[in-house]
């Protein structure tokens, strides 16, 4: 059975970095599209960054463009999200999730989630 660990979060002051990772278990993670997503408090649960299957193509949304990079380590099966120069808007609990597909969608159609890591962005 598929599950995915997330880790990686913690507090950091504006402008400092974060690398969140997903573990995953019961799947190789480079078999499918997995993407990062956060929920704020108050807020609705939001995409942040994907990266696809098919051809390592990679999203980001625009508020974290030029800040945040997806990759994979293969051969650690695991998903990595560096957050730099970050922000108190940052500030979330992120998840790494998947529908096990080879293409990036919305988290409304994410099957597979971890339970999460809280980004605190402040100073």
């Known amino acids: 059975q598929l599950q995915l660990v997330e880790s990686g979060g913690g507090l950091v002051q504006p402008g400092g970095s974060l690398r969140l990772s997903c573990a995953a278990s019961?799947?190789?993670?480079?078999?499918?599209?997995i993407g990062w997503f956060r929920q704020a408090p108050g807020k609705e649960r939001e995409g942040v960054s994907c990266i696809n299957n098919s051809d390592g193509s990679t999203y980001y949304a625009d508020s974290v463009k030029g800040r945040f990079t997806i990759s994979r380590d293969n051969a650690k099966n695991t998903v990595y999200l560096q957050m730099n120069s970050l922000k108190p808007e940052d500030t979330a609990v992120y998840y790494c999730?998947?529908?096990?597909?080879?293409?990036?969608?919305?988290?409304?159609?994410?099957?597979?989630w971890g339970k999460g890591t809280l980004v605190t962005v402040s100073s």
């Open positions: 019961g799947v190789t993670l480079d078999d499918y599209a």
């Open positions: 999730a998947t529908d096990m597909t080879t293409l990036c969608g919305p988290y409304y159609g994410m099957d597979y």
